[in-house]
C-alpha cells in the first residue's frame, strides 16, 4: 500500500511540476525575500524556504524572489521569470567548484560570491554569460533575445556571433539566438526599444525595488526615469445616460479701458527779471546861515591892488 501511495505522489509530482521528488536532492541556497508569488519545485516558495539543484524558480507577473546561495552568491528574479540552478559543486572551503544557471525567461539580477569567477556559468538562449567578480543585471526575452547591463567588475558575453567584452559600468550587450551580437556600448532608452519591452529592466528603471545588499549597485545607469508603472486601467461602470445641458455661453472679454493720455511737459518758468540799479543819491542841500565862499573874488581883489613897495 505505503509503495502505491509513494507512487502516485511521484506520479502527481511529474504532472504538475516536472520532476521526481528525492531525497538525495541538495541544497544549495534558500530565499530571503519573496514578494507577491514565486514557486520552486514543491510548490510556494516562501523566506527561508531552501532552493535545491536542478529546481526550477518561477515568479508571477508581479513576482519578485531574492535568494543567497552557500558561497555567498545572490540572485534576484523578477516579475515573470524562469531560471533552473543546473550545476552546483561546493568544496569544502566555502566555495564553489561549479554552479551554472540556465535562464529561460524574464529579469535578474547577479552578484557573485566568494568562488572564483571560473566557476560561475550564466546559460542563456543566445549565449553565455561569463562572469568576472561581476554585479550585473541581465534579461532573457520571450523570444530568447538576451541584454546584459554591467554595473561592477568586468564580465563577458559570447554567442554564435562571437564574444563581446563588458569592462565598464552600464556597459551593455544585446544578443539574439540567431547569432546577432550588438557592439558593447552604454545602455540607455534605446534598448528599451530594441527589446521590445519597456519592463525589461525594472532593477535598473525602478519599478521593482530590491532590498538589503541587492540594491543600490552601481545606480540606475540613466533609466530611473524611463518607466511608468500605470495601473491597470478600471473596468468601465454603468452610468445612466442624461442628455447633455448646453453649455452656457462664454462672457465676452471686458474691453479694454484706454491707455490714459500723457500729462504735457510743465512750460518752463521765465528767468526772473534782473533788478533796476538804485540811483544815487543826491548832494544834500546847504544849510541856511552858511557864507557862501567868495574865494575867486577875493584873488581877483589882491590882483587889482597896487604893491606898495614903500612899506618894506
Known sequence: ???????????LCVALYGF??????ERVG???RIKTEVTGASGPLAVKSPVHRDERIRTSKSGLGQFVFRDGTKLAVGWGSSIVIDKFVFDDSRSLQKLTVMAAKGTFRWISGNSKHTAYEILTPAGTIGVRGTVFDFYVGGDGTTAVVLLSGAAQFCGPG?????????????AKPN???????????GVLRTLG?????????????LSGGFGNIGGS???AAALEVKPPPAPPSRVREISPTPEKPPKPDKPHKPD????????DRPDRPDKPDRPDKPDRPDKPGDKPHDDGKRADDNEDRPHDDSRG
Open 30 to 32: 534558500e530565499a530571503i
Open 260 to 267: 490714459k493720455p500723457d500729462r504735457p511737459d510743465r512750460p
Open 221 to 223: 545607469c540613466g533609466l
Open 1 to 11: 500500500m505505503s509503495y502505491l501511495r509513494r507512487t502516485a505522489i511521484a506520479t
Open 179 to 189: 547569432g546577432s551580437l550588438t557592439d558593447t556600448r552604454r545602455v540607455n532608452r
Open 162 to 174: 562571437g564574444c563581446q567584452q563588458l569592462t565598464r559600468r552600464c556597459d551593455c550587450v544585446v
Open 197 to 209: 519591452n519597456q519592463n525589461a529592466l525594472p532593477f535598473l528603471s525602478g519599478s521593482q525595488k
Open 20 to 25: 521526481i521528488p528525492t531525497q538525495a536532492a
